[in-house]
């Protein structure tokens, strides 16, 4: 067996037990928010657990509005082992990287050709210090474009199985039930084959209507095995789906508005050595006294949504177990 492929990127990743990469085949589909709560959700699975959260949307990060990141004090600082990830939580469980820290102002647009999103890309997967992670979700623009292929180029050498690190990226489709977004998911599917990317399963998001007051699930668009269908179809793993609820619609915005109060690990401009991070805790919402834990997990958990996302968690982690087992015979069989 040839030893593993040694780059900037495979060895700041080596840290990281799973990539976890998460797709859509058009815009509006929910994908963002099915990345911060496939985080949150694997983050409910141990208490031990870290997660990483990488937004790779360049042109249009929404994720540290997600999580409560959207402020002046999230900004990424550089360590003398790199880029250091902006916390949500005082427990460093959850870290966020993305390019809506490192812009001056949070409604500037990102113009950029191809060559440099590359790069940015790049950099985010070479350079971000996340230590020791037991799951990185990537979220990534809609459809097949410059941002795919780039981060697919380079993982590359993750791809390529070996006895100290089994395990290889996966990924995850997201679309809901309208025949407009299947299609274009099917598109995406031809895509993940063309580049060896295996697929894990659909997520069925905005399939059905949460009742706030009786919390009972109405469809919304009909005919609701459409999504199903295609899994059969494809041979791919039907993950569940997620209907839309307004009390998550609810947190989330109270989030990104700053109305719940979010610790984060922010890093204060005035440390001593400005080469190296202290270990300060800032709430970012400027509350005094005592400070939850995870407050935006403990309230999540409290959604209808949050127990969807559960099943369809434990069936991915059960899926990404059984394809690791089966390499690891694979490579046992071939020493």
């Known amino acids: 067996m040839s030893a593993p492929i040694e780059t900037p990127v495979s060895r700041r990743l080596a ?3 799973n990539i976890i990469i998460v797709l859509s085949g058009k815009g509006g589909v929910g994908k963002s928010s099915s990345s911060v709560q496939l985080a949150l959700s694997l983050l409910s699975q141990s208490p031990s657990n870290r997660v990483g959260l990488l937004d790779l949307d360049i042109t249009g990060p929404s994720l540290p509005r997600m999580v409560g990141l959207d402020l002046p004090e999230a900004t990424v600082h550089q360590s003398s082992a790199g880029w250091v990830p902006v916390y949500v939580d005082s427990e460093k469980r959850l870290g966020v990287m993305s390019i ?17 999103k590359d790069g940015m890309i790049r950099q985010f ?5 996340w230590g ?7 979220d990534t623009p809609p459809g097949t474009s410059d941002e795919h292929i780039s981060l697919l180029t380079h993982l590359h050498p993750l791809f390529i199985p070996n006895n100290l690190k089994p395990t290889t990226p996966t990924s995850i489709l997201i679309t809901t039930p309208q025949i407009t977004s299947i299609n274009d998911t099917i598109k995406s599917l031809s895509f993940t084959k063309k580049l060896n990317l295996p697929v894990m399963g659909l997520v069925e998001n905005m399939s059905g209507y949460v009742c706030p007051c009786c919390n009972e699930i109405s ?19 039907y993950l569940g789906k997620v209907p839309i609820d307004t009390n998550l619609v609810k947190l989330l915005d109270s989030v990104s508005k700053g109305e719940i109060p979010i610790t984060s690990q922010i890093n204060s401009s005035n440390q001593q050595n400005q080469n190296e991070v202290g270990d300060g805790i800032v709430n970012i919402n400027g509350l005094e006294g005592e400070q939850s834990q995870f407050p935006l997990l403990d309230k999540y958990n409290d959604t209808t949504s949050s127990k969807v996302w559960k099943e369809i968690t434990d069936n991915l982690i059960e899926k990404i177990e059984e394809r690791k087992n089966q390499i690891k015979q694979n490579l046992e069989s071939q020493q």
């Open 125 to 129: 997967l070479s350079e971000v210090r």
């Open 219 to 237: 469809n919304i668009y009909g005919d609701q095995n459409k999504v199903f269908e295609l899994s059969k179809k494809e041979n791919l793993n």
């Open 15 to 17: 840290s990281v037990k």
């Open 100 to 116: 809506g820290f490192l812009l001056k102002d949070r409604g500037d647009s990102v113009v950029w050709r191809g060559p440099k």
């Open 132 to 138: 020791e992670l037991d799951y990185l979700v990537i």
